[in-house]
């Protein structure tokens, strides 16, 4: 891992918690400020999934279809006013082969992320993956670097999985991957691997690729 990435990774370690109201820049010092606001976290009504997802425009996200399986209604909770309430997410393409799902708000989102234009990244790369673990709704981060590539797997068909060292736990699934360089969305958390303690895989998780995710946006016809 690159120096930067390894300062960043102390800071975070360093600071608390964060709390449901703790929702902002502030919580997490040495982060951008849109890797934070543009990720939100996610809920199945009709399932017992959980997730989280993130803003690509001011009335689109994208999250893992696992997130999102079943025929229930979806929700995200999204900042409205000076608080945070849940509203209605209509599904507009769920690709289970990629794992990526596109779903449609009826509010508008205040912060957005942009996906990278294309696959850039090199093994050894830091990465900033955020997410919404656990039922209090409070941003976690966490750093890591790409490890590899996996070729074949049963998420996506396109061979743009791939594998980094940032820690997942579970409610982490569809939460958004950031290059700290260019501050752009590289990947999506699509799963960890084996088992551990509260659902974490420790330096162990796949990403889907920018490029499989512009794919289905393109599908879904938001691209």
């Known amino acids: 891992m690159k120096l930067a990435g390894l300062l960043l990774a102390v800071i975070l370690v360093l600071q608390p918690w964060p709390t449901r109201g703790d929702r902002d820049a502030s919580a997490f ?14 809920r199945n009504i009709g399932g017992n999934n959980t997730g989280s997802c993130f803003a690509v425009g001011p009335f689109t996200v994208v999250t893992a279809a696992h997130c999102v399986d079943g025929d229930g209604d979806f929700e995200v909770e999204a900042r409205r006013g000076q608080g945070f309430g849940w509203v209605s997410a209509k599904l507009l393409k769920r690709d289970k082969n990629r794992d990526v799902a596109v779903l449609r708000l009826e509010c508008r989102l205040e912060v957005t992320a942009r996906v990278a234009p294309e696959d850039a990244l090199e093994v050894g790369d830091a990465l900033i993956a955020v997410g919404f673990p656990g039922p209090a709704l409070a941003p976690c981060a966490s750093v890591g670097y790409l490890a590899g590539r996996e070729k074949e797997t049963r998420h996506d068909e396109d061979g743009n999985l791939w594998q980094t060292s940032n820690a997942v736990f579970f409610g982490n699934s569809g939460g958004p991957v950031f290059d700290p360089r260019s501050g752009l969305v590289v990947g999506m958390q699509t799963r960890g691997a084996g088992s551990a303690f509260m659902g974490l895989a420790p330096n162990l998780a796949y990403i889907v690729s920018a490029k499989t995710l512009r794919k289905v946006l393109k599908d879904a016809g938001c691209e």
Request: charged fraction near 5%.
């Open 29 to 42: 010092p040495g982060i951008p400020r849109h890797m934070l606001l543009s990720a939100y976290p996610l």
